[in-house]
């Protein structure tokens, strides 16, 4: 005779594993969360390399005061027969010193350029952040308003680092054209290629499609530290009309220095392009 217990095996097997898979989804959820923290706690540190100062603030220094008290020093180069300014947004670890080392180059090619550094870096105080580099951004194409360039006068250039302030500049704003250099589609993915976490900081892709203006995107092939993947979905994020200018076997940076001519000429073909 068969004794019947009342009690189904494979249902408190069933019941057992039910707790188990909830404690586990829990564990990973719990993990993900404070991944997602941690990833916000390090990245600004990662992202905003300070640099100290060169050699002293050059005479031509211009000083602008921001809202909440920082000093900007801003270098204007202007070229009379220039028909665009660049707004140029550095890359990381470049304060003054190493950018008045390059940038009368884009004058020589036609342009009137302004820059700036970022807070924290160089002789400026503050502490460096996305939505300060954004207010920064701002701030400046104001004050080129106010001496005479207008907006639609006004190219936005970032390399690197700087695409992030350009981009959502020129989402914001009626400028002639973006060019990004070097740039990243956003700062997390540098890191884990795909969107992996919440709260990415500089979401250049998404932002891009919002940007009405021309776009010309430049990237190196053999860029070892933003790989030429990240300007190819930059290029595919970006509406018409659009450029993709990639430089055979150019690093990070230093794209003029390989492509030679054909960097400058893929800028002064671009800006003849704009109304």
């Not at 603030?57 to 028909?83: C, Q, S």
């Not at 940038?103 to 807070?119: D, N």
């Not at 959502?168 to 884990?192: C, D, N």
Request: proline share 6%; charged share 20%.
């Amino acid at each position: 005779m068969r004794h019947y217990s009342g009690t189904n095996p494979n249902r408190m097997a069933s019941s057992e594993f039910l707790p188990l898979a909830l404690r586990l989804i829990a564990f990973v959820g719990v993990l993900y969360a404070l991944s997602c923290v941690a990833a916000r706690l390090v990245a600004p540190g990662m992202i905003f390399l300070r640099p100290a100062p060169r050699g002293p603030l050059a005479a031509e220094t211009i000083k602008v005061p921001t809202a909440d008290g920082v000093t900007l020093h801003v270098r204007h180069w202007k070229n009379p027969e220039a028909k665009f300014t660049l707004l140029y947004f550095s890359g990381n670890y470049e304060e003054l010193g190493a950018l008045e080392s390059y940038l009368p180059e884009y004058v020589k090619a036609g342009f009137s350029v302004l820059t700036y550094e970022y807070r924290g870096y160089g002789h400026t105080g503050g502490t460096p952040g996305e939505a300060n580099c954004y207010a920064d951004a701002k701030l400046l194409l104001d004050w080129l308003n106010r001496e005479g360039t207008p907006t639609e006068r006004v190219i936005v250039f970032g390399f690197s680092l700087g695409a992030g302030s350009a981009v959502e500049l020129a989402r914001t704003h009626p400028v002639a054209g973006l060019i990004i250099e070097s740039a990243f589609t956003s700062a997390y993915r540098v890191m884990t290629r795909w969107p992996l976490l919440l709260g990415d900081l500089f979401q250049n892709e998404r932002k891009l499609r919002d940007v009405r203006c021309p776009v010309l995107v430049l990237h190196g092939t053999a860029d070892p530290v933003i790989p030429s993947w990240h300007g190819q979905a930059l290029f595919a994020a970006a509406r018409q009309p659009k450029r993709l200018f990639l430089v055979n076997g150019g690093g990070h940076g230093g794209l003029e220095a390989v492509a030679k001519d054909g960097y400058w000429r893929a800028l002064r073909d671009f800006a003849a392009t704009l109304k």
